[in-house]
């Protein structure tokens, strides 16, 4: 049900489009940018992986793009930064993690406009781990390879279950 509106005249027939999926509806401002991503890991002290970058074969990374079409975006690990912006939106992906209280895993998502601003879009606290998702291949290519970072996950959940049951409760 997204649809890219560019004209005014679209907006009505977008929104009958979205209104058959549910019943609500998000209008919010495209972005023009490239789309960064970051895997953090850790609970304490996260640190944040390569960044990654999508780049969609469609007008946008809808739907169809990211799970139906097998060319419907290619991705690019690590995305191609120069080291400042990539040490940047890294940091952010950090501060991102740590501001949600978040534990264990996140993939923390960007736009990067042409200035050079980069804007959180989301985080994805339970990133995908098929054959094509993006957080354990940033973690590779970060020198961490898969068995690796499944072992470090369960440690950090092993982790943080030892010190929240180390927590006084009171029924």
Not at 120 to 135: C, R
């Amino acid at each position: 049900g997204i649809r890219k509106v560019k004209r005014a005249e679209d907006l009505l027939p977008a929104l009958h489009e979205a209104f058959r999926y549910d019943r609500k509806a998000l209008i919010e401002e495209a972005v023009t940018g490239r789309e960064i991503e970051c895997g953090v890991l850790g609970n304490d002290a996260p640190e944040a992986s390569v960044c990654g970058e999508i780049v969609p074969t469609h007008e946008f990374y809808d739907y169809e793009a990211k799970y139906i079409d097998d060319e419907g975006a290619r991705l690019t690990i690590p995305a191609d930064l120069d080291t400042q912006t990539s040490d940047r939106i890294r940091a952010l992906a950090v501060e991102t993690f740590i501001a949600l209280e978040c534990a264990g895993m996140g993939r923390v998502d960007f736009f990067l406009r042409p200035d050079g601003t980069a804007l959180v879009n989301e985080i994805n606290t339970l990133p995908g781990f098929t054959k094509i998702s993006m957080y354990p291949k940033l973690w590779a290519a970060t020198g961490l390879p898969y068995p690796k970072l499944l072992d470090r996950l369960i440690g950090l959940a092993q982790e943080r279950h030892q010190r929240e049951s180390a927590l006084e409760r009171v029924i």
